[in-house]
């Protein structure tokens, strides 16, 4: 079910809740992020189903439960199916139908519009596919509060162009990986040059609206700080990628997730802190809303 992917679901989904500015109850509360996370493993189920021939030719994903053979595709379907209900199901009782439909509308389009309509038919998949992982913040929202906010967007929207940057670096020293599977990720379909460009655009645009919620007032100095200074490394990161040759080699022979050829250490380097980035600014978020450390800037905090 893919554990990384399930833990950044809840830390992201825990952040949204933490912050939105209603009490929750702690049980319910509990309940409804377990439901969220059986929604992150329903629907990373249902997409290994469907990506068992991709993820077989993919080195990095060989060793999956489904290419591997420890799992048959129609158990993983089975499975993802079951689990999806479930957790809609539990989300509705424990939190609210908005939410619940949130977690719905999110597993569907996480394993139907991206995985079996977009990942292999435009470069821009993970673009639009990315709003799937998006949603968790704002789903934690609407578990506190019912309603989705404009807080709510923004922190949607944070993840949302924080996607393109993180996934196209992977892909960039990983495009001859891509290319074995015949999946057109931006460096397959439009080259290397123009994925590099592409990340340095939308690492700007990102840099820029993580600094959303400080004028909103959801964000204070500690979010902030981690805002401008993970900011501005993730920017010379992106800057350093645009400078440099990554992925004008590609190999379909590598496969663990950080082996690197030298010329593209710069895309393995912004892959590693983009996800750092995500975790600090969230973390930044908890810590003022859950321990008493928020410190509104003047003028602009509620």
Do not use: C
């Amino acid at each position: 079910m893919k554990p990384r992917v399930m833990t950044l679901v809840v830390f992201t989904a825990f952040s949204g809740l933490i912050a939105a500015p209603v009490d929750v109850d702690p049980f319910l509360a509990l309940i409804s992020i377990f439901a969220l996370a059986v929604g992150a493993g329903a629907a990373g189920a249902l997409n290994m189903a469907f990506d068992a021939d991709i993820d077989a030719t993919m080195k990095r994903t060989q060793k999956r439960p489904v290419p591997r053979g420890a799992v048959t595709p129609a158990d993983a379907y089975g499975l993802g199916v079951v689990a999806s209900i479930l957790a809609v199901l539990t989300m509705a009782l424990a939190a609210n139908y908005l939410a619940a439909g949130l977690l719905a509308f999110s597993i569907f389009f996480y394993a139907v519009i991206y995985t079996m309509i977009l990942k292999r038919s435009t470069p821009q998949n993970i673009v639009i596919g990315g709003a799937a992982g998006a949603f968790p913040p704002m789903i934690g929202w609407v578990i506190a509060t019912g309603e989705i906010s404009l807080d709510a967007v923004i922190l949607f929207m944070i993840i949302f162009l924080w996607t393109p940057p993180h996934s196209w670096a992977l892909a960039l020293y990983k495009s001859g990986d891509y290319q074995a599977a015949n999946v057109p990720m931006m460096p397959v379909a439009k080259g290397a040059k123009s994925t590099r460009l592409q990340i340095l655009l939308y690492s700007i645009v990102l840099v820029i609206f993580a600094g959303a919620p400080v004028l909103t007032g959801l964000g204070g100095i500690a979010y902030a700080a981690t805002s401008l200074g993970g900011g501005a490394l993730f920017l010379l990161l992106a800057i350093r990628i645009f400078n440099s040759r990554a992925g004008e080699a590609g190999s379909a022979e590598d496969g663990a997730l950080y082996a690197v050829r030298a010329g593209d250490k710069a895309a393995r380097d912004l892959f590693a802190y983009s996800i750092g980035y995500l975790t600090f600014l969230f973390t930044a978020l908890i810590a003022e809303h859950a321990f008493g450390m928020y410190w509104a800037l003047p003028g602009l905090g509620a």
